[in-house]
């Protein structure tokens, strides 16, 4: 393929942009080259700027749920924007998406929505924290939770009782509040609560993170959770700007059966537009200003076409809950095809799946945590980004991505897929 024209883009972006880009993923350096601009997208397809059609894996990350520029999404932006693009003042829209989101997820009286999942997560942990009057977080190694300080942390040299930062900017003053606990090893967490008992506010999880790859929870690893936090009034967040109206349409507190305390939202919510959210019951929601002391506020919150753009997304959802069985059939039928192919190749490889989110790994040990996914072997994940992106297909640009099925791809495309990894295949030796 030719990307002649998305490279002069490309430099002509870092002139003005850092890196060239608005969020570092995009620059692709945890693969090489560079990155493809991308002209529009219908369906399960991106069209770039020098006329190569790509199989969308990606999905933005995520929200395009049912397939790019998907038609009542654009109608109901169109027909808003006619309307006037922001007030500042309340419209009935926000309470229609409200309470279709009260409706759908499982354990919410209330939802407050934001402009960004970071946002949703930063503010989730403030409410938290005004709540049970506590001051300090757990949040599990590999999980995303958004750029905010109190995220931005990493394990402390030796000690297990507070992190550092992993970004320069972030205080030392913020990371001793964060403790880091390991995903799907609940001995890490229980030791991190006793250390610090009646210290801390709340346990921050993607409970099926996908940001280290897809890793799902084992052993009844989100239940033993939620037993530890009853036990010791700790808030339970679950950080579902992933998985929320995507693995069901309750997301994981639906799908496994497990309730959080708090649970943020952002991308499918967002119909493609910058949206998040998050919600509780009312006793954790009255905390929140105006009606309670707890702040946060934001000017284009609920803004009307982000608004129109969530609500038309959500009531398809609501409105087809096959969807996801289909996406979820279309991901396992995925899986079975770069299984066989990588397998009659002889290559080691891990692939781990949850409804519509997968990934693949190449190594030979279980991909249960950050740990076992960063033993991927990355050099043959370049190769293997590379090889299939020549064939077409966009890939997410790190082996620490999910992929995120979206329902416009067909069968045909997925076979498709298949086949461009099996012509591949031979350099992934
Ligand atoms: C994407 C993501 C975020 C951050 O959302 P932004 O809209 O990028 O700020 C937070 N948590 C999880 C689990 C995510 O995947």
């Given at each position: 393929m030719i990307y002649k024209r998305s490279s002069q883009l490309f430099n002509e972006a870092k002139q003005y942009i850092p890196g060239g880009v608005?969020?570092?993923?995009?620059?692709?350096n945890a693969v090489g080259g560079e990155p493809i601009y991308i002209k529009k997208a219908k369906g399960a397809y991106l069209y770039d700027e020098d006329g190569n059609t790509l199989i969308d894996y990606i999905a933005s990350w995520g929200p395009m749920i049912l397939g790019h520029a998907h038609q009542p999404v654009v109608d109901a932006l169109i027909d808003k924007t006619k309307l006037g693009t922001s007030f500042g003042i309340p419209t009935e829209i926000e309470t229609k998406i409200a309470q279709l989101a009260v409706e759908m997820v499982?354990?919410?009286d209330k939802i407050r929505f934001v402009n960004s999942g970071t946002e949703a997560c930063m503010s989730a942990v403030r409410l938290a924290r005004g709540f049970t009057k506590k001051d300090k977080i757990i949040k599990f190694a590999?999980?995303?939770?958004?750029?905010s300080d109190s995220f931005l942390i990493q394990a402390g040299s030796?000690?297990?009782?507070f992190g550092a930062p992993n970004?320069?900017?972030?205080t030392k003053g913020t990371a001793k509040d964060t403790l880091l606990a390991n995903y799907n090893d609940i001995d890490s967490v229980k030791s991190l609560v006793k250390a610090n008992e009646d210290e801390i506010a709340c346990i921050i999880i993607e409970p099926v993170p996908g940001n280290m790859g897809c890793i799902l929870p084992q052993n009844d690893f989100l239940e033993q959770l939620r037993e530890l936090c009853d036990t010791h009034s700790i808030l339970l967040v679950f950080d579902e700007v992933m998985t929320g109206f995507r693995l069901a349409p309750g997301g994981v507190q639906e799908l496994l059966g497990v309730k959080a305390d708090i649970v943020t939202f952002g991308k499918v919510v967002g119909g493609g537009l910058p949206v998040g959210a998050f919600a509780a019951r009312q006793e954790i929601m009255a905390h929140l200003a105006p009606e309670g002391p707890v702040y946060q506020a934001g000017?284009?919150?609920?803004n009307p076409l982000a608004m129109a753009a969530g609500l038309a997304m959500l009531t398809e959802l609501n409105s087809k809950p096959e969807i996801f069985d289909e996406l979820a059939q279309k991901t396992a039928y995925l899986h079975e095809g770069i299984a066989k192919v990588l397998t009659n190749h002889e290559i080691t490889h891990q692939i781990n799946r949850c409804g519509s989110m997968i990934s693949v790994h190449f190594t030979d040990e279980p991909v249960v945590d950050f740990e076992s996914a960063a033993k991927g072997n990355n050099s043959k994940f370049k190769t293997y980004f590379h090889g299939m992106l020549d064939r077409g297909i966009y890939l997410p640009p790190s082996a620490f991505e999910s992929y995120f099925l979206n329902n416009a791809l067909s069968y045909a495309d997925l076979d498709h897929t298949i086949e461009a990894l099996d012509d591949l295949a031979p350099d992934l030796k």
């Open positions: 608005n969020s570092p993923v995009r620059a692709f499982p354990n919410i590999g999980c995303y939770h958004g750029h030796g000690a297990v009782t970004s320069p900017g972030v000017t284009l919150s609920g």
